[in-house]
């Protein structure tokens, strides 16, 4: 069975730090490009940030988060992983990690996770 099942997500204050993982199941990691993403209340979703397959290795973030978010990946653990670093409150959000079985990113995403809860609040 396909899945992905986000985690990591808490209340943290500004200027602090998270980091989620997205384990994915049912499908080999390293050949699909994972995307993070996040859905702030009465907004709409949008892309964070998004890993290639390991043998294409692109990544791309957001302005917003550039320089204060990374993605990898730990392909052996089937395990993708956003450190989010400077925490804002905009970044509150729900954060979803997907993938459109892609091995690179840019293409629409078929297959999400539930969810994970980030509030970054003093």
């Known amino acids: 069975q396909v899945q992905l099942v986000e985690s990591g997500g808490g209340l943290v204050q500004p200027g602090g730090s998270l980091r989620l993982s997205c384990v994915a199941s049912?499908?080999?990691?390293?050949?699909?490009?994972i995307g993070w993403f996040r859905q702030a209340p009465g907004k709409e979703r949008e892309e964070v940030s998004c890993t290639s397959s390991s043998t294409d290795g692109s990544t791309y973030y957001t302005d917003s988060v550039k320089g204060r978010f990374t993605i990898s990946r730990h392909n052996a653990k089937s395990t993708v992983y956003l450190q989010m670093n400077s925490l804002k409150p905009e970044d509150t959000a729900v954060y979803y990690c997907?993938?459109?079985?892609?091995?690179?990113?840019?293409?629409?995403?078929?297959?999400w996770g539930q969810g994970t809860h980030v509030t970054v609040s003093s």
């Open positions: 997907a993938t459109g079985f892609y091995a690179t990113c840019g293409y629409e995403y078929e297959q």
């Open positions: 049912g499908f080999t990691l390293a050949n699909y490009a």
